[in-house]
C-alpha cells in the first residue's frame, strides 16, 4: 500500500523516530571535545558516525515508506501468534541472576550460569521437545551448556583483564578465575 499524504504508517514512524535518536546522538557529539587523540582521531568522531548514519538511515526508512509503500513484500510472520511465556521467564532468570551473581562468584561462573539459564529458556521454546526428557541426557546437556558457556566467558574474562587491563570482578584475587 502506497501512502501519499495522510497519517504516517507505522514504517513512517519509525523512520522518523530513528531521525529523532540521531538527532539526540548528534547534539551529544557536539558537546564531547573534538582535541585529536590516539591516531588523530578524538572523542567525538565515533558519536558524529553514528549519529551520522542513524540519520540516513532514517532518512531512507522514512523515504522507502513513503513513496514504495513501507517495507515491500512483507510475508505473513511464521510461528506462533503470542510470546512464549516461559522461554522469556528463563531468559530475564538467566540476566537477572547473571547481574546479581557477577560480584559474588566472579565474572566467569556467573557468565557460565547465564549462558546455561538461557540455553535453557531457548531449549524450552523449541515446538519440538526441547532436548531429553530424561534426567541422565538433561544432566550432560546441562554440563555441556556449562562448559562452553565457559569456554565462552573465560577468554572473554582474561582479554578484557589481561590484555585491555580493565577490572572485571573475579572469583579470586589471582585474576585468572
Known amino acids: 500500500m502506497i501512502r501519499k499524504g495522510g497519517a504516517p504508517g507505522p514504517q513512517t514512524l519509525v523512520g522518523l523516530g530513528v ?8 547534539i551529544g557529539a557536539w558537546g564531547f571535545p573534538s582535541s585529536a587523540g590516539y591516531s588523530g582521531v578524538g572523542p567525538n568522531f ?7 548514519a542513524l540519520l540516513l538511515s532514517g532518512v531512507l526508512v522514512v523515504w522507502e515508506a513513503r513513496t514504495r509503500g513501507g517495507y515491500r513484500n512483507m510475508e505473513e510472520p511464521t510461528g506462533a ?12 532468570v538467566a540476566l537477572l541472576a547473571n547481574a546479581a551473581l557477577i560480584t559474588t562468584i566472579g565474572f566467569i561462573l556467573s557468565c557460565s550460569l547465564c549462558f546455561v539459564l538461557a540455553v535453557r529458556g531457548l531449549r ?9 526428557a530424561d534426567s541422565r541426557g538433561w ?21 578484557f583483564t589481561k590484555l585491555l587491563a580493565i577490572n572485571l570482578p573475579g572469583l579470586t584475587s589471582t585474576g585468572w578465575i
Do not use: C, E, K
Open 139 to 159: 544432566i550432560a546437556q546441562t554440563l555441556r551448556d556449562a562448559a562452553i558457556g565457559f569456554a565462552i566467558s573465560a577468554p572473554v574474562y582474561w582479554m
Open 19 to 26: 531521525m529523532a535518536l540521531s538527532v539526540v546522538i548528534l
Open 124 to 132: 524450552s521454546a523449541d515446538r519440538n521437545g526441547g532436548g531429553p
Open 81 to 92: 501468534g503470542h510470546g512464549y511465556w516461559p522461554g522469556f521467564a528463563w531468559m530475564s
Open 46 to 52: 565515533l558519536p558524529w558516525v553514528v549519529g551520522l
